[in-house]
């Protein structure tokens, strides 16, 4: 690969030229739809609930959880902050998906703070959260987080910060606390990879990581101690392997987000469509971490990182960093998921909400009704209303405000990490 790939720079050293850049560019309960009383209240019909949508301020001065009450008709307001008791690096986060998580029944948070390298957990209490403890990461520069029952494993971006990658593990306890896994400590492939994610297989057996600067998918096997085998490095179908999710049939569906062209002097990686091929892949995962490839679809929009699949199993969600539209950055492309695993692309939708800065990750209630896209330097989070058909409809507004004045008129902290219930 020549250059620095879009999704894979840490732009702790290039915040100016971020900046300089986006100037340029202005011009898991089950919910339902319907309507509120008020934000973060009762349903008025049947059936209906909120719920909630969490994002980090990701500050070096003192990392926090912005908490939003979510109302059935999908739209958000601003509940409260509440302090992680860590730092974070304030730009970008290296490139990453999941830096903060909720386990599957809601009841946990878990945060990365990237600059002193710990992970904070809370209990989830209604509209606040409980800051329960904060463990080191057992590296340097953790990004990505994944649970399975009483497990938790974090990915640890060493590499970019003169140390090496790994992946660690810890034990969760009744209350969401964490406890380290003596013995679960294992590298990846090299000791710098640029990785983005790491996850557990629904069966929890196998563990993934992607490296986007080796273009590799590294898996380990999961004992029955809690501790991985591994690692088993492996190609990916396509260049800078970012972002993945699974459905519950075992399938793994990662982005490629093929940002290859060099970067010019004093300006940010550039992704072009052709020659880069941004693509979603498909690939079954055997007990022993092996992946087979199902099916790969080319997409015409730029520096594809993230990705999010329904609970029906049958549409994928991919947000593109650098869409291919007139005027603006970022967008989203739906996929319909058959059932072998193969994809039909939907076609993609611009993301008007984004005059200032590009999306940084993305997730869906736990319905599946509503789709959240974070923007950084906006210091936004757009929202959709996901159709029967797969398509998407943006809310009104189509945006609510993280931070104002947006980072981008500060000079940041950036947000980092989306997670919604």
Not at 47 to 63: F, K, Q
Not at 274 to 296: K, M, R
Request: overall charge negative; charged content about 15%; hydrophobic content about 35%.
């Amino acid at each position: 690969m020549v250059g620095a790939p879009w999704c894979a720079e840490d732009l702790d050293g290039h915040a100016g030229d971020l900046l300089g850049h986006l100037q340029h560019l202005r011009g898991k309960g089950r919910r339902a739809e319907g309507m509120l009383t008020g934000a973060g209240g009762t349903a008025t019909a049947a059936g209906l609930s909120p719920g909630h949508v969490y994002t980090m301020t990701n500050d070096p001065a003192g990392n926090a959880v912005v908490v939003f009450n979510r109302a059935a008709d999908g739209t958000l307001t601003k509940f409260g902050t509440f302090p992680t008791g860590g730092t974070s690096i304030g730009v970008f986060a290296t490139g990453n998906q999941n830096g903060l998580l909720l386990d599957e029944d809601s009841r946990c948070l878990w945060a990365v703070n990237s600059l002193d390298n710990e992970i904070t957990a809370f209990r989830v209490m209604d509209d606040s959260l409980s800051f329960i403890n904060k463990v080191g990461s057992g590296g340097r520069r953790p990004i990505s987080l994944t649970e399975h029952k009483d497990l938790l494993y974090v990915l640890n971006a060493g590499g970019q910060v003169g140390s090496t990658d790994n992946i660690t593990g810890f034990t969760v306890d009744h209350g969401c606390g964490l406890s380290p896994l003596a013995g679960s400590t294992r590298s990846l492939s090299a000791p710098s990879t640029s990785p983005a994610q790491v996850g557990f297989t629904p069966s929890g057996r196998v563990l993934v990581v992607t490296e986007k600067v080796t273009n590799k998918i590294t898996t380990y096997t999961v004992g029955e101690d809690g501790r991985p085998s591994g690692p088993m490095p492996q190609a990916s179908a396509g260049p800078e392997p970012f972002g993945f999710t699974f459905i519950n049939r075992g399938q793994l569906f990662v982005t490629e987000a093929a940002c290859s062209v060099p970067r010019p002097p004093g300006n940010l990686p550039t992704c072009v469509v052709p020659p880069d091929q941004p693509a979603l892949s498909s690939y079954e995962v055997a007990d022993d971490g092996t992946l087979t490839l199902i099916d790969t679809s080319v997409d015409n929009q730029a520096a594809k990182c993230w990705v999010v699949a329904t609970n029906s199993q049958r549409f994928a969600y991919t947000v593109n960093a650098l869409a291919v539209q007139a005027g603006g950055l970022g967008s989203i492309t739906g996929y319909r998921i058959d059932p072998d695993g193969d994809l039909t692309k939907l076609g993609s939708t611009p993301i008007p909400a984004a005059p200032l800065g590009v999306p940084i990750d993305a997730a869906l209630s736990n319905d599946s009704r509503f789709l959240y896209v974070l923007h950084e330097a906006d210091g936004i989070i757009s929202a959709y209303r996901v159709e029967a058909d797969g398509g998407l409809v943006p809310l009104t507004p189509p945006s609510f405000a993280i931070t104002a004045p947006p980072p981008l008129l500060t000079n940041g902290p950036f947000p980092n990490g989306l997670a919604v219930r």
